[in-house]
């Protein structure tokens, strides 16, 4: 089962694609204008209302979608607890803004950490870039048809050194690379041209690695 959990803030419509092709659809709070906006009706909608638009309430109001409303004195955010709703064995779409408030996008790539440490199959998107985490010894595939415009970083995650980094399909190589997190280093890597898939493998670390599919 693969759901699609759908946050605020500034998210591209072409996210809207991923989302549709889920099995299902969480929305957090004014995650659910965004449903609103492009025609996707959510299976679930968790929040404390404090975010949701006018037009969003009154959906609710005159729909059936289930809810899980929270206070707005808590402890989590409304994305965490969506998240934590997600059945244990699913896949996770997490489409959330990646430009927005810097504090939201920063805790949203957390718990992509977190949740991808906990055994979930997560990424997330904000409909022009896509974020995978790579977490200890491990590696990611990534397939697609890109052009000319796409960069591939890597960005260990918080403060910590990604120990062993290689890559396959990309211009750019790395073999057996350690990269810590204030170096630049493997910023606007870019696939391969003709290639249909690139490879990062890593021995040790958390690391993030993003996608952007138009400069």
Same mark, same amino acid.
């Given at each position: 089962?693969?759901?699609?959990?759908?946050?605020?803030?500034?998210?591209?419509?072409?996210?809207?694609?991923?989302?549709?092709?889920?099995?299902?659809?969480?929305?957090?709070?004014?995650?659910?204008?965004?449903?609103?906006?492009?025609?996707?009706?959510?299976?679930?909608?968790?929040?404390?209302?404090?975010?949701?638009?006018?037009?969003?309430?009154?959906?609710?109001?005159?729909?059936?979608?289930?809810?899980?409303?929270?206070?707005?004195?808590?402890?989590?955010?409304?994305?965490?607890?969506?998240?934590?709703?997600?059945?244990?064995?699913?896949?996770?779409?997490?489409?959330?803004?990646?430009?927005?408030?810097?504090?939201?996008?920063?805790?949203?790539?957390?718990?992509?950490?977190?949740?991808?440490?906990?055994?979930?199959?997560?990424?997330?998107?904000?409909?022009?870039?896509?974020?995978?985490?790579?977490?200890?010894?491990?590696?990611?595939?990534?397939?697609?048809?890109?052009? *000319?415009?796409? !960069? #591939? /970083?890597?960005?260990?995650?918080? &403060?910590?050194? @990604?120990? +062993?980094?290689?890559?396959?399909?990309?211009?750019?190589?790395?073999?057996?690379? *350690?990269?810590? !997190? #204030? /170096?630049?280093?493997?910023?606007? &890597?870019?696939? @391969?041209? +003709?290639?249909?898939?690139?490879?990062?493998?890593?021995?040790?670390?958390?690391?993030?690695?993003?996608?952007?599919?138009?400069?």
């Amino acid at each position: 089962m693969r759901i699609a959990v759908i946050t605020g803030g500034p998210i591209y419509p072409e996210a809207s694609f991923t989302a549709r092709s889920a099995d299902a659809v969480y929305c957090a709070d004014s995650g659910l204008d965004f449903c609103i906006a492009n025609g996707i009706r959510p299976d679930m909608f968790f929040g404390d209302m404090d975010s949701v638009s006018a037009e969003g309430k009154d959906y609710l109001e005159h729909s059936d979608i289930p809810m899980k409303i929270f206070s707005t004195h808590k402890d989590m955010t409304d994305t965490e607890l969506a998240l934590c709703d997600c059945p244990a064995g699913c896949s996770i779409d997490l489409i959330c803004s990646l430009t927005g408030r810097i504090d939201h996008v920063l805790a949203n790539l957390g718990l992509l950490v977190r949740f991808r440490e906990e055994g979930y199959d997560i990424a997330a998107t904000d409909g022009m870039t896509d974020v995978i985490p790579l977490i200890g010894e491990n590696k990611v595939t990534v397939e697609g048809v890109w052009d *000319d415009d796409v !960069a #591939v /970083s890597l960005i260990p995650f918080a &403060n910590g050194i @990604v120990e +062993g980094v290689s890559v396959e399909g990309l211009e750019y190589p790395l073999d057996n690379q *350690d990269i810590t !997190a #204030v /170096s630049s280093l493997t910023i606007s &890597n870019k696939p @391969v041209p +003709g290639t249909e898939h690139f490879t990062v493998k890593a021995l040790s670390g958390r690391l993030l690695i993003t996608i952007t599919k138009s400069l």
